[in-house]
């Protein structure tokens, strides 16, 4: 049995650590004077925080274990990341992640067998800075047994007015081999994401930002292993092989006082599959004091499901699908990051104690659990830990 549709639900745990490296690429650009408030909303990777005009990210090297446990699937292991700069206007950086998954998710174990697989990715990237540009290229490379992904992305940043206002764009293009347990790989997907961003200083203390992405998704896009429900009986489930999506996102944030700032963000999205969905996010960070660094959050989830999906269908359909990911749902997020210096030489390195946890309430509408009869719900907690050395 593949990880396919445990593919998303890891995704979350991942979110933790890689939407900090997405804010603070933003905050990295922008005048040192409007992003003091912001580098502390950058939690426990905040210390990347650079001056006026873009400039190349630190020197660094992180190794982390990250858990996520929830639903009967637990995933585990380390990561690592190694960023050196080149002289003064190229920074290269590879990073390492490993995924040890043991699933017994409702769908494995109402249709199939718990199992256990492990994941490798691989991720090359270098930034280019040059005037008020910067251009970053990556590529990565992801295998686990039945279940192959190599992505090459291509983005440009850049300041105008006077370093007020940064614009940016970026393309990637995505390519999946599919396999099956004892049928070798016999199908594939083709992805193209399209990102255009804008972020503007609006004061000495707070700045406000928006992105839109376009993603379109050709080829297998379902599970080999995954059935639907028609009349009562396990049917082969049929989805689409063409997928169009939207996304948009606004985000604010800023110091309220001295040591003190907040953020709120809002997520829309919405797909041709007739999917629509809503993410809020509140977040609050604060010092302790100078080796302290806190950050809370909360986020609220909502889903509509799609044209084809159905908990058990009662009629005939081109289409039909019980992946609950398409379902209707909505789930609660609570999280804390806390960064700790352990040691600092000014000039020369640091040395921080990184500890993330959230803890997520899953509830499905439409999802029901056959060993039961009851709406399908669900809590995960997502913890990672990792040390981060700035030099």
Do not use: C
């Not at 396919?4 to 890689?18: H, K, M, P, Q, Y």
């Not at 302790?288 to 159905?310: C, H, M, N, P």
């Not at 309430?361 to 439409?366: H, Q």
């Amino acid at each position: 049995m593949a990880a396919t549709d445990g593919r998303r639900v890891l995704s979350i745990a991942r979110a933790l650590g890689a939407g900090l490296r997405r804010v603070m690429a933003v905050l990295r650009r922008q005048p040192r004077s409007a992003v003091q408030a912001a580098g502390l909303l950058g939690g426990a990777l905040a210390s990347g925080v650079a001056g006026a005009a873009p400039t190349l990210p630190e020197d660094r090297a992180d190794a982390m274990l990250h858990v996520y446990e929830g639903g009967g699937l637990k995933a585990y292991g380390p990561a690592f990341l190694v960023r050196k700069k080149l002289g003064e206007n190229l920074s290269l950086s590879a990073n390492y992640y490993v995924d040890i998954v043991s699933n017994a998710s409702i769908d494995v174990v109402t249709t199939a067998s718990p199992y256990k697989e492990t994941r490798n990715e691989y991720i090359f990237a270098a930034d280019y800075v040059v005037r008020d540009a910067t251009l970053s290229v990556s590529t990565s490379h992801s295998k686990e047994p039945d279940y192959i992904a190599d992505a090459t992305s291509v983005d440009v940043a850049q300041e105008v007015f006077g370093g007020m206002t940064t614009l940016s764009l970026g393309f990637t293009r995505a390519e999946d081999k599919v396999g099956r347990k004892n049928d070798g790989f016999f199908d594939h997907a083709v992805h193209w994401r399209y990102r255009l961003g804008l972020t503007q200083i609006l004061s000495p203390t707070w700045l406000a930002s928006v992105n839109w992405e376009a993603v379109a998704d050709d080829g297998f896009l379902g599970s080999p292993y995954r059935v639907a429900r028609a009349f009562g009986a396990a049917v082969p489930e049929r989805n689409p092989r063409t997928r169009s999506s939207r996304a948009i996102k606004f985000r604010v944030l800023g110091e309220v006082k001295p040591g003190h700032a907040v953020r709120a963000e809002y997520r829309y999205f919405w797909d041709n599959w007739q999917i629509k969905a809503h993410t809020t996010e509140l977040g609050y960070s604060r010092h302790i004091d100078e080796l302290w660094l806190v950050d809370w959050y909360g986020r609220y989830y909502t889903q509509g499901k799609a044209l084809f999906y159905s908990d058990n269908a009662t009629s005939a359909t081109t289409y039909l699908s019980r992946n609950r990911q398409l379902a209707t749902f909505k789930s609660m997020s609570l999280g804390a990051k806390m960064a700790y210096t352990l040691k600092r030489v000014p000039g020369s390195y640091d040395l921080k104690l990184n500890v993330a946890v959230e803890r997520i309430s899953f509830k499905f509408s439409d999802f029901t659990d056959i060993r039961t009869g009851q709406a399908y719900k669900h809590d995960a907690n997502v913890v990672q830990v990792f040390l981060t050395a700035n030099f």
